[in-house]
């Protein structure tokens, strides 16, 4: 099966700085990568997806790029806020809706 | 709560009890998911549910029963469990099985095996 790997496991920035996370997939098949953003005690919620038709993405201050040659895509926020700190968890699914999920990062963003 | 709900959101007991988990979708989909999160692991899937039949098990050791009712309600049956199997159990649901599309978590339940 598909084997997600994803890093760093935390991540500190200072509020404004950009923050990246990156993931790795195995299974050359797989053609829809969301992320999901899991505030504490909260449930994880889809922020933003990429098809394997496309290259970026780009929502307001999050983008996620994929390099299918490599294998891996990345999300990228910018000008980060304080509300961004949460778990991020980046998913492989391949043809259908069967989610293989990182082991997450844990984003704090510093006043 | 709108969306996907679950119930109970925490709950504690002893390796001898039996107990179920519910998860109710509003939103008129057709898939349904359990995932189990533990501290530290990827969220892991476990069953997947497709217009009330199950296609996915994902080795999950038969303490864990999954029923699926109709396409609102799923469910988790557990039963003799051990205390490794505490742990967060989220419920998903998606449009459909087919395609790639957005799946929408309840909150989970919080579950402590004695």
């Known amino acids: 099966g598909e084997n997600v790997e994803q890093h760093p496991s935390t991540l500190s920035v200072q509020e404004g700085d950009s923050a990246v996370i990156k993931c790795t997939y195995s299974?050359?098949?797989?053609?829809?990568f969301p992320w999901y953003k899991q505030e504490l005690g909260k449930r994880p919620q889809l922020i933003i997806d990429?098809?394997?038709?496309?290259g970026e993405k780009k929502d307001q201050r999050i983008a996620v790029t994929l390099n299918k040659t490599a294998k891996h895509f990345s999300l990228h926020i910018t000008e980060t806020q304080p509300e961004d700190s949460a778990v991020y968890f980046c998913?492989?699914?391949?043809?259908?809706?069967?989610?293989?999920f990182g082991s997450g990062t844990k984003l704090n963003v510093k006043p | 709560e709108t969306g996907v709900t679950q119930t109970p959101r925490h709950l504690v007991m002893g390796m001898t009890n039996k107990k179920s988990l519910k998860c109710e979708q509003h939103?008129?989909?057709?898939?349904m998911y359990w995932y189990k999160q533990s501290a530290k692991k990827p969220l892991e899937l476990m069953f997947v549910?497709?217009?009330?039949?199950?296609?996915e098990n994902n080795s999950v050791p038969s303490r864990f029963s999954p029923e699926c009712p109709n396409s609102s309600h799923l469910f988790l049956h557990l039963h003799t469990l051990q205390p490794e199997d505490s742990a967060l159990y989220l419920c998903?649901?998606?449009?459909?099985?087919?395609?790639?599309?957005?799946?929408?978590f309840g909150p989970g339940t919080r579950l402590t095996v004695l």
């Open positions: 998903a649901s998606s449009q459909s099985l087919l395609g790639n599309n957005e799946q929408f």
């Open positions: 299974d050359s098949a797989s053609n829809y």
């Open positions: 990429i098809r394997s038709n496309v």
């Open positions: 998913a492989a699914s391949i043809k259908i809706n069967k989610f293989y």
């Open positions: 939103l008129g989909h057709n898939a």
């Open positions: 549910y497709s217009l009330e039949e199950r296609v």
